[in-house]
């Protein structure tokens, strides 16, 4: 140390409010200050207790070389871009925002960081898909750091029945950063003395993925939980008829719609795919008939309320709930849904003539508006709750003769026909159009607006061709219809490309 | 109760000579004012000060032994005024709030205190909001200080010499008759760090002994003729007082350096920063060794001539490390040597941005151009270490957009979003109305999802914000205010204001039974009780008090029904005069602190005790989150579609879900969709339930089994 200049770890911890940044950075100054060393942190906590982001700043210094120096250090408030040591984050978009503050430093920076996602608002309230691409924000963490520590902290605090911050403190202290043992650093759990040995556990894992013991936790991917497996009554040999690429998605729309309906459904689904794997044959991708085959599948298994009763009224549903509400033994569980149908939807599900009586018969109608005026919770785990939505499953028998039925497939039917007249003209613009689907989806006034934003852009296919690049301007203004539930953006879109 | 409780570290309130105090920077500074022996403490709650309020309030026990009374001010000028008690009595006494918005709000007091002058030690310690993580507009305390002549103490960021500071403040207050404003920023309020601590001192001259001996001394009240008298003495006596005593005890430092062609001036809580980038250029040790000579400012208000120029005098430059603007520091060192002929370059915002905190980056930047003006040979050190590497740009560079912000908002069940969700909704029928906001948590409302509210014009001023719009219109204006802006200025200023001229707008006063944004403390309308303090008074009453005809008060926010249609009918009733809707309940942050122990116990004690929380049923979600959308709450999050025919993430419902409800009022009231559902968990369920459980189980299973034959 004496050629060296006597100098202070820098560390940051990155957290958002209930994260535990704030112990975990009260067990590092603990730590520090057991282990002989002069500690000061600063934070900035207010916003923190509201969900926002914050930075915990600390340095730790050696009181052995300050006593020789007979001065204590003058530590920083702040951290300095390029002059910290560790940085600790609690989520990987944290730890993007570390490395987009300089504070994450290829020549120094150990990051220890957890790779879940706590979502941004504004990726939550995208009408789509707004997520940030996770694997860019992982990737980018790596190349900034000197040292890159990162897994699944989350899980790893859920799987011990413990928080957070107890896997960061594991993991920093794993990635052997700091010049403490791992006993002083469960020394400083046990100081603490709440919650001590869920903290330890969580701790421990932590510690055996950093220090490369163990294995992280794997990464429950998407579509790991899939629906009821109902033994396909697969009526022809799929695999003659359809190309290897969009055979998993035929596949499971087949299954989907036998679920759904029944064999002659999933036939007819089938049916309505042949010509466009016709047209599809010269594309060694497959993607129109991949992305027809999806939408069209969701399409025809569209959400009325048979289909949702049906679904909330499964065991596999109730187990699920089970699963996701902690449910231990010796504890019950009740389940109420909340919902709101209205006349149009009831008229819609019911066999055609009823239905239309109900729009049509004026006393009819009034009546089953006022009982329909507020919104019902039903519990379906009471005898009385699971009867009224068993009865309304009941009647999918019926569902072919509703009107909706005829006018989901009517829907489905033109949508097909625009797909096989504009594929071999412009394929690109066929797949955006497949592709618009999208944009018909949820219950009530959202599907009302999503449909309507549908017709309008199939309204624009015509003067779309004319375009230098149709197929452009068609995702550009799917895009922007579903950038807000207003429509003012789709609008400008239109706007922008000349077409009001 | 607020928030945070502080019951473990008010134990070292009672260290004594030669203990040594471990904590926060705020705590300490309880500490100074006990070994300062103060008589009497107030203040008002807001970050960065909120813990020193909540450390007094635990502290209480410990006050009333040493003979201390405190006091949860209704505002800052109550505050400040209440500094009064020094002005005739040799009483030390300090209060804090933030600054400087709590400046603002205080400044009548203070001018009227200072123009008086005290006999006590009059300290007023205010947290400086600027810089990352400020929630109000970016000024200075520091014009404050200038414009009333109150001496401003800015002590270098490290707890014994803020402990010094407080200790000298007062017998610099003393020594001149004149307040003192210790000026703390948001850091140095929450730095963690250790000092050695002195017996407390209980005041010899008490609260008691004034009350029962009063005295008065007509030339300390602000009347003409006295006034006039008043700014003579500031300048004839106590300035120079004051000069004498910062002089005589060394509050400023200056540290020696052997480049001493050059100098930096810097404010006392600019210093650790300051140094690092002296350390990380290498011209100075991680102790403190400047090779730069250093002239600190732990008085930043009065400047003494005679130390600048002394300090400049000889040099060929020197550099002003000044945090925010305008520049005053800097303006008074040119007028010094001018006046003084002193010729030596005086350099500040030139090198230094004239706006923003002081990051040890800015600074490394600012001290860079000025060694390199003029010692470039130790000029090297202030690159960026990481400056040119390829992979920290291309990991930049991949970044872009990518990282959103994440401002804060309102947290799981928090009761004030279903009143945004209703006005939403209620946009939805009636359009869109200029809406007036407040200072407090309900502000977030401007943010996403809700994007709702047009200005904040301060505490309290949520109606006086709409009192233009006061005019035959088709729309009435929508003013937001919380519980504590409501009792703080709001009662005055909006309601009754809009009372007098005749507004007929709408007025919603938030309560959630505290003063929530700052930490929970505890306000008049708190609906608990207070051992110290009064609570439990009505906000309705206090309106129709003043004169307000139509009011309502709402006592389940989460009722969204009752909510939109009562907002309705605000915004639509033939009733002349200002619609007040008061809208109640507890803050979820709070009641969550008080509920859950006990919750938790009852488990525990074998007691049935039911919990609820959402869910969202993933088969039936579309992916529109319309829902998130009209609510924002943390607990309604996305997740991958577990669909393999959907792309777009599913909404889900995370186990911190507190089970307020709003989500199944929003589907309702909004129509969304049929993906919500409520769990509810009974934790030791009677014979009752048990039975009753498996006979429904029974039936159930039996109707499942029918449905769907095909499941094995």
């Known amino acids: 140390m004496a050629e060296q200049p006597a100098r202070s770890i820098r560390l940051a911890i990155l957290a958002m409010g209930g994260e535990g940044g704030g112990v975990l950075a009260d067990w590092i100054i603990d730590l520090a200050e ?221 299954e989907r719609l036998t679920d759904y309906q029944d064999a002659a459904y ?92 109900m729009l049509n018969v004026k006393p009819l109608r009034w009546l089953i508006e006022k009982t329909t005026a507020k919104g019902r919770v039903v519990t379906t785990t009471s005898i009385r709750g699971f009867l009224l939505l068993y009865a309304v499953a009941r009647l999918k028998p019926w569902r072919r003769k509703s009107m909706r039925f005829a006018e989901e497939q009517k829907h489905l039917e033109a949508w097909l026909a625009a797909l096989r007249d504009l594929a071999p003209r412009d394929y690109a613009l066929a797949l955006e159009l497949a592709e618009c689907r999208n944009l018909v989806k949820g219950y009530g006034d959202t599907h009302v607006r999503g449909r309507a934003n549908y017709e309008r852009l199939v309204g624009l296919i015509d003067r779309l061709l004319g375009l230098q690049q149709p197929a452009k301007a068609l995702a550009e203004l799917r895009s922007a219809a579903l950038a807000d539930d207003t429509g003012a953006r789709l609008d400008a879109a239109v706007a922008k490309l000349g077409l009001n | 109760m607020a928030e945070r409780s502080f019951h473990e570290e008010v134990k070292s309130l009672y260290l004594g000579d030669g203990d040594e105090f471990a904590g926060e920077g705020i705590l300490a500074i309880t500490k100074a004012l006990l070994q300062s022996g103060v008589s009497y403490v107030a203040g008002y709650q807001g970050a960065p000060i909120s813990h020193l309020m909540d450390v007094l309030s635990d502290a209480n026990d410990i006050l009333e032994e040493l003979g201390v009374h405190f006091e949860s001010s209704a505002s800052e000028a109550t505050a400040a005024a209440t500094l009064a008690a020094s002005v005739n009595y040799p009483l030390r006494g300090a209060v804090t709030f933030k600054a400087p918005v709590g400046t603002n709000v205080a400044s009548d007091a203070l001018a009227n205190l200072a123009s008086g002058g005290v006999k006590g030690g009059a300290m007023i310690i205010v ?14 305390s520091h014009a404050y200080a200038m414009k009333s002549q109150i001496w401003l103490l800015d002590p270098r960021p490290n707890l ?31 730095v963690y760090g250790r000092f050695k601590t002195k017996t407390n001192i209980r005041p010899n001259f008490t609260l008691r002994d004034a009350m029962e001996n009063p005295t008065r001394d007509v030339n300390r009240i602000v009347l003409p003729p006295a006034s006039y008298l008043h700014e003579k003495e500031k300048i004839e006596k106590r300035w120079p007082a004051a000069v004498k005593y910062i002089q005589d005890h060394k509050l400023n430092e200056f540290f020696d350096g052997d480049l001493s062609e050059i100098g930096i001036v810097m404010q006392g809580g600019m210093y650790n920063n300051t140094l690092r980038a002296l350390e990380l250029a290498g011209i100075a040790d991680a102790y403190g060794n400047s090779r730069v000579p250093l002239y600190v400012l732990n008085v930043a208000y009065p400047l003494i001539d005679e130390e600048f120029v002394r300090f400049a005098a000889g040099k060929k430059a020197i550099l002003i490390v000044e945090e925010g603007q305008p520049e005053f520091i800097e303006q008074a060192a040119n007028t010094y040597l001018r006046r ?83 006005m939403k909704l209620v946009e939805r029928e009636l359009g869109p109305h200029h809406v007036s906001c407040d200072i407090g948590c309900h502000l977030f409302s401007i943010l996403p999802p809700f994007n709702i509210g047009a200005t904040t014009m301060g505490y309290g001023l949520g109606g006086a914000g709409a009192a233009a719009f006061n005019t035959k219109s088709g729309k009435r204006t929508i003013a937001v205010m919380g519980d ?61 008090g003043v004169g307000v005809q139509w009011a309502r008060t709402l006592t389940r926010t989460y009722d969204l029904k009752a909510m939109t249609s009562t907002l309705r009918e605000a915004l639509t009733t033939k009733e002349k005069g200002p619609k007040v809707i008061v809208a109640q309940s507890e803050c979820m942050l709070n009641k969550q602190r008080r509920v859950r122990p006990l919750m938790n116990k009852a488990i ?109």
Not at chain 1, 162 to 186: C, D, K, N
Not at chain 1, 278 to 300: K, N, V
Not at chain 2, 497 to 517: E, L, P, Q, R, T
């Open chain 1, 34 to 254: 057991h282990a002989g060393f002069i500690a000061q942190t600063t934070s900035v906590p207010g916003v923190a207790q509201r969900t926002g982001a914050t930075i915990y700043y600390l340095e730790l210094f050696e009181r052995a070389a300050s006593d020789a120096a007979r001065r204590p250090p003058v530590l920083a408030m702040t951290p300095i871009p390029g002059d910290v040591d560790i940085v600790v984050a609690s989520e990987l978009m944290e730890a993007g925002r570390a490395v987009q503050r300089g504070i994450v430093t290829p020549d120094r920076t150990t990051l220890v960081t957890s790779t879940h996602r706590v979502f941004a608002m504004t990726e939550k309230i995208a009408l789509g898909d707004g997520r940030s691409d996770a694997p860019a924000l992982f990737d980018a963490c790596r190349t900034a750091a000197h040292r890159f520590v990162a897994f699944d902290m989350a899980a790893i605090a859920q799987k011990s029945g413990s928080v957070i911050s107890a896997a960061m403190f594991g993991a920093l202290a794993g990635s052997g950063a700091l010049p403490f043992s791992r006993e002083q650093f469960e020394q400083t759990i046990e100081r603490g003395g709440v919650g001590v040995s869920a903290s330890k556990r969580a701790f421990g894992m932590g510690y055996d993925v950093a220090s490369g013991k163990a294995e992280p936790e794997p990464v429950s991917a998407p579509g790991a939980v899939v629906a009821p497996t109902l033994a396909p009554p697969s009526p022809t040999d799929l695999d003659a008829l359809f190309p290897a690429p969009a055979l998993a998605t035929i596949r499971t729309g087949v």
């Open chain 2, 127 to 140: 947290g400086e909001d600027y810089g990352e993580g400020s929630s109000i507009m970016q000024e200075r």
């Open chain 2, 484 to 544: 504590g802006g409501f009792w703080h200025n709001g009662l005055a200023s909006s309601v009754g204001n809009a009372v007098f001229n005749k507004s007929d707008n709408v007025i919603i006063v938030v309560d959630n039974g505290y003063s929530a944004a700052t930490g929970g403390q505890d306000i008049l309308s708190s609906h608990n009780p207070n051992k110290i303090r009064s609570t439990q008074n009505s906000i309705e009453k206090a309106v129709r």
């Open chain 2, 604 to 712: 525990k004690d074998g007691q049935r005790v039911v919990r609820e929380r959402f869910g969202v049923d993933s088969d039936t979600c579309t992916g529109d989150h319309s829902c998130i959308r009209l609510s924002g709450c943390p607990s309604l999050t996305i997740a991958p579609n577990p669909d393999p025919l959907r792309k777009d993430p599913v909404t889900k419902v995370i186990d911190s879900c507190v089970g307020c409800g709003l989500c199944g009022e929003v589907s309702h009231a909004a129509v969304l969709c049929p993906s919500f559902y409520k769990a509810s968990i009974i934790n030791n369920p009677t014979r009752w339930d048990r039975f009753k459980h498996r006979v429904q189980t029974a039936v159930i299973s039996y109707l499942q089994r029918r449905l769907t034959p095909a499941a094995a």
């Open chain 1, 266 to 357: 999933a036939r007819l689904y089938i049916e309505r795919l042949k010509p466009i794997a016709q047209i599809d044959r010269s594309q060694s991708g497959a993607e129109l008939l991949t992305e027809t085959a999806r939408h069209l599948a969701l399409g025809m298994a569209y959400e009325d309320t048979i289909r949702v009763a049906e679904l909330k009224t499964r065991p596999s549903r109730f187990d699920r709930v089970r699963d996701e509400a902690q449910v231990k033994d010796g504890q019950i569980l009740q389940i109420s849904e909340y919902l709101h149908p209205r006349l149009q939807e009831i008229a819609e599900t019911v066999p055609a003539p009823l239905g239309r009586m």
């Open chain 2, 340 to 422: 003084a002929d002193v010729q030596t370059k005086i350099h500040g915002k030139d090198m230094l941005p004239m706006a923003g905190e002081y990051t040890g980056a800015v600074l490394r930047e600012g001290l860079g151009k000025f060694v390199r003006a003029y010692e470039p040979r130790f000029a090297g050190g202030f690159g960026s270490a990481s400056e040119g590497d390829n992979r920290l740009k291309a990991a930049v560079a991949a970044l872009d957009g990518k990282v959103h912000g994440r401002p804060p908002s309102f947290c799981t069940g928090c009761p004030e979003r279903p009143i945004f969700t209703a």
């Open chain 2, 160 to 190: 014994p010499k803020i402990v010094e500071m407080v200790e000298k403040g007062f017998e610099l207050s003393e020594a001149s008759n004149t307040p003192v404003m210790l000026e703390v920023r948001i850091r140095a309020c929450h």
